[in-house]
Structure formats: structure tokens, C-alpha cells
């Protein structure tokens, strides 16, 4: 049964064209993360959210925006992307209060031209 | 915060024989340690973790060690098999961060050459 689904699987943008990335989880995680990773390397955290609350990696370009409208849903929005946006993106989940067992989805890749 | 070191970065074996994979971390207040498989184009998938009131694991072919007084854990794999090739990802969580933050090591890319 998935846990952790991701959508699209794949998207292709627009230079500069917003795009929003969309996770949905049925494990009824308190805690949601969004990485990016390119190309073999370690997923990069971009922020998390912790139940309501953002918490946003100091690294993390202002292009980056994400909601989570309730437990179950939570989204990445890249509201310009650049060449060098160009990556995995991985939605993962974990319950505060466990030791920190994370459940990452599929990911999508985006392609932008 | 914290800081994950993760070597070699890449790993060639014969199949059959074993591969180590050696992780150190900064912060001694991390008290968990998973490893990630991931397979070419594929999500992270935990193959193993460790907490730090454990020395050692083992599951299978797959062992893990940890070592808090030097702050570094490593991953043995035995009788390696072709499926093993793939990127492993080390990481230690940092209890002082909100949420179960992860920190990644960078990666060791095994081959299992049949």
C-alpha cells in the first residue's frame, strides 16, 4: 500500500514558469520534509513542516515556498525555476515522538527547459 | 549543527566478498543512525538503523557498528550479491532540532562485480 504519495512523478517547466509539486501521505505523520536531490547526491532538506509549523533551512533560496494545508497534504511551490532547479524532489515523513524513522516517496523529477 | 562524513565515496566489490562503509559525525547529542539504500532513480529506502544506546546491529548480511566515544558508525555488508549495487546514505539525527531532523553523509556509490 503506498505511504508516501508523490505527484507527478515527473514534470517538465518552463524556465521561470511557477510549478507546484504535491505530497499526500496515509501514515498520518505528524512531521513532512521536502529535499531536493541531484544527480547521486545527498538529499539536500529544504524545510519541514513540524504539525503547523514551517521550518525553513537557511540555505534554502526565497524561490522556495511550500504549504501544508492539513496532516495529509503538503506542497512545494518553485515560483520561478531556474536551470539549476533542476532535480529529484523527495517528500518524506516521520512521527515526533518516535526515534526519527523517516518514509520517503517516490519523488518527482523535474525537468526544466 | 551537525556535520556527516561519509567514506569512500565509491566502492567497488567482487561478489561475495564484504564492503564497509564509514560514517563520523560532529554532534554527540545525535542519538540515531539510519542507513538508506537508494537504487538509480529510486526513493531512499532504510536498510538498517542503530540508536545510540546500542553498540551493534545486525539484520541479515547487513551489520551496523557504532562508536560514540569517536563518533562514528559504519555499515557492513557480507557476501555481497549484484542487487547490493547501489547509493548508500549514512545520517545522523540531531535531537536538538524540531521535528526528527536528518543530516546526511554524501554518498557511497558500491559495485558489486559479479
Known amino acids: 500500500d503506498a505511504m508516501v504519495i508523490q505527484n507527478p512523478r515527473y514534470q517538465v517547466t518552463q524556465f521561470g514558469k511557477p510549478v507546484t509539486l504535491s505530497c499526500s501521505q496515509t501514515?498520518?505523520?505528524?512531521?513532512m520534509y521536502w529535499y531536493q536531490q541531484k544527480s547521486s547526491q545527498a538529499p539536500k532538506l529544504l524545510f519541514h513542516?513540524?504539525?503547523?509549523?514551517?521550518?525553513n533551512e537557511a540555505d534554502t533560496p526565497d524561490n522556495f515556498q511550500s504549504r501544508r494545508p492539513n496532516t495529509s497534504f503538503c506542497f512545494l511551490d518553485i515560483r520561478s525555476p531556474g536551470l539549476g532547479d533542476a532535480a529529484m524532489y523527495l517528500c518524506?515523513?516521520?512521527?515526533?515522538?518516535?526515534?526519527?524513522?523517516?518514509?520517503f516517496g517516490p519523488g518527482t523529477r523535474l525537468t526544466v527547459l | 549543527g551537525e556535520n556527516v562524513e561519509q567514506h569512500p565515496s565509491t566502492l567497488s566489490v567482487q561478489e561475495g566478498d564484504s564492503a564497509v562503509i564509514k560514517c563520523t559525525y560532529s554532534?554527540?547529542?545525535?542519538?540515531?543512525f539510519p542507513w538508506y539504500k537508494q537504487e538509480l532513480g529510486k526513493r531512499p529506502q532504510l536498510i538498517i538503523d542503530?540508536?545510540?544506546?546500542?553498540g551493534e546491529k545486525k539484520d541479515q548480511r547487513i551489520a551496523v557498528t557504532l562508536n560514540k566515544t569517536a563518533k562514528h558508525f559504519s555499515l557492513h555488508i557480507t557476501e555481497t550479491q549484484p542487487e547490493d549495487s547501489a547509493v548508500y546514505f549514512c545520517?545522523?539525527?540531531?535531537?536538538?532540532?524540531?521535528?526528527?531532523?536528518?543530516?546526511f553523509g554524501g554518498g557511497t556509490r558500491v559495485l558489486v562485480k559479479p
Open positions: 545520517a545522523a539525527k540531531t535531537i536538538k532540532a524540531a521535528g526528527n531532523k536528518l543530516t
Open positions: 513542516y513540524y504539525d503547523k509549523d514551517f521550518n
Open positions: 518524506a515523513t516521520s512521527r515526533e515522538g518516535s526515534i526519527g524513522e523517516q518514509f
Open positions: 554532534d554527540s547529542a545525535s542519538n540515531y
Open positions: 501514515l498520518n505523520h505528524n512531521v
Open positions: 542503530i540508536r545510540s544506546n546500542v
